[in-house]
């Protein structure tokens, strides 16, 4: 009986250049060892070496297109590994890793552009399915962190209303547990997650055209029920609150909300938004603001969070001193918007 050679490192590399998620995945876990020795190396036995292997992985999930040598892959990760422990041992500032998702891919007929380059929706996809397996608590500071504008360490704990080193823990535990749940599902299908994006953008242009007009259709209706709960700095002290009357407030003083980006799940909605106050408006309403939405299994919403960054848009694509893990952000607002 003959038996097949096992794929070189040169084909995976090609494979998963073309799009191939399982031959990354492949490659990922035959690499797995010697990344993780590298890291030993530098950082010694403890959770510092496993983070940088962890991050190595998502980064090679994000760079794999720009691998010049395919047969010298190993290097390469091995590379990424030791730039990452290098990094930890001068306390380097940590930087998102994911957001590009969600960006529009590049046109593959540049001539600047590789040409192969791994599928944006499968990798997407991919990415998704495993962070479905995370806790939710861990997948709402991973969303944050790596594909919102609320980005800092500071504006992650002020949102949740969390510590800063409970962030910082639950975002090394939820990056080992994705790392580890991408290698094991790698050969798996995985369903369209812009489909989930596309129904939550839907979703929150009916919204926000029902609370302009003061009337929400019922099929938003259906997704707010009694017990939906309006948490946070808009909440009134001591109440139980429903967020359409802070929506009804926001009509009345004339603010507008327009939806700038989405970031959706089954059962964690973020959906950003710029904002417009009339003129001589007396409490104007901060430019940016953020609705983080927890949901139930059947999506209806089972509470909301209004979060006021800091930052401007322009900041949110640009490294700043908010990027820092002691950088600053507010979850308060002069305006009263929902």
Known sequence: MAFLDPPTDEELTRRAQSGETAALGLLLARHQAPMRAVALSLLGHGPDAEDAVQDAVVTALRRIGDVRD??????????????????????????????WLDRPAPRTDEPSHPERVVDRHALRDWIWDAMAELPQQSRLVLMLRHFSGITSYQEIAEACEIPLGTVRSRLSQARGKLAEVLLRTATEAHDDASRVVEDSRREAELTLDGAIRGRQPREILELWPAETELVGILRTPGERCHPFPAMERTRRSGITQHLRHVVASPDITIWEMATVNPDGIPNPCPANLAWLMIREPDRRVRSLRVVFPRRTAADTDAPSAADTPDGSARSVGTGRPA
Request: proline share 7%; no cysteine.
């Open 70 to 99: 395919p047969a010298a892959v190993g290097a390469w990760l091995r590379a990424i590994v030791r730039n990452t422990s290098r990094m930890r041992l001068r306390g380097g500032r940590e930087t998102p890793g994911l957001d």
